[in-house]
């Protein structure tokens, strides 16, 4: 299992540019996620999805948008692009494990620079 | 609604010494709680998640928690440091609110480990 992949790993933006996020997963998990991670932030939560067609906003939503057409991907989609975007992204995955909760599958991030 | 606090952005120890990073949570519901790693330049990965089953939780490389209820804590410790430790620790929450389990993850704190 190559578990949960992120494209591009690298990237910059200009201003008002707009840009696709790729996450998969091949463990067959229900649940994904996007975070954001900002220096001495932690992770905040921009969209996470129960399984295929349902997507939420979580704690950061604005400025993106998500979908989810099949159990494997789930990408972020930036429309015009702020420097206030400026962060490393994480996808994220798991599967309800019995007494344990959602212990989630992390990708490798993608680094976004918005000038 | 639940939340966690990471006492401390930056802990930094001796080789060879004990290792405290503290995680306090508050959670309307009986949570599930977990620790996560995060190596320079690398996506989450998991270090140990409490299950209910114990209160001692072990995980790899040598940590452990202890979930106290009555002091709604789940601090990490591992009894000697290495300098492989070096690295950004994340502990997490995730209870079952609004109709489904979204974790909460605290700020971080990074570990510094002195030859």
């Known amino acids: 299992n190559a578990g949960v992949t992120q494209t591009p790993k690298f990237r910059i933006l200009k201003i008002g540019q707009s840009m696709t996020l790729q996450c998969t997963q091949d463990?067959?998990?229900?649940?994904m996620y996007w975070y954001r991670q900002d220096p001495g932030m932690g992770l905040k939560l921009i969209y996470y999805s129960v399984g295929a067609g349902i997507t939420d906003k979580g704690e950061v939503p604005n400025g993106y948008n998500v979908s989810r057409s099949t159990t494997e991907d789930f990408p972020l989609r930036l429309e015009l692009a702020a420097p206030s975007q400026t962060s490393v992204y994480f996808c994220?995955?798991?599967?309800?494990?019995?007494?344990?909760?959602?212990?989630?599958?992390f990708g490798p991030g993608t680094r976004l620079t918005v000038t | 609604a639940q939340s966690v606090t990471q006492l401390g952005s930056h802990v930094s120890v001796s080789e060879g010494a004990l290792v405290l990073l503290r995680c306090n949570y508050s959670s309307s519901v009986p949570p599930y709680l977990f620790w996560y790693v995060q190596y320079p330049n690398q996506g989450l990965q998991l270090l140990l998640k409490?299950?209910?089953?114990?209160?001692l939780v072990k995980g790899i490389n040598g940590f452990e928690a202890e979930f106290k209820k009555s002091e709604t804590s789940f601090h990490l410790t591992k009894p000697s440091a290495h300098m492989s430790d070096a690295a950004e620790y994340f502990c997490a929450v995730s209870a079952f609110e609004g109709g489904s389990y979204i974790p909460t993850f605290g700020r971080g704190t990074s570990l510094i480990v002195h030859p």
């Open positions: 409490y299950t209910s089953a114990a209160t």
């Open positions: 994220a995955s798991s599967q309800r494990e019995p007494g344990v909760g959602y212990e989630q599958y």
């Open positions: 463990m067959n998990h229900n649940y």
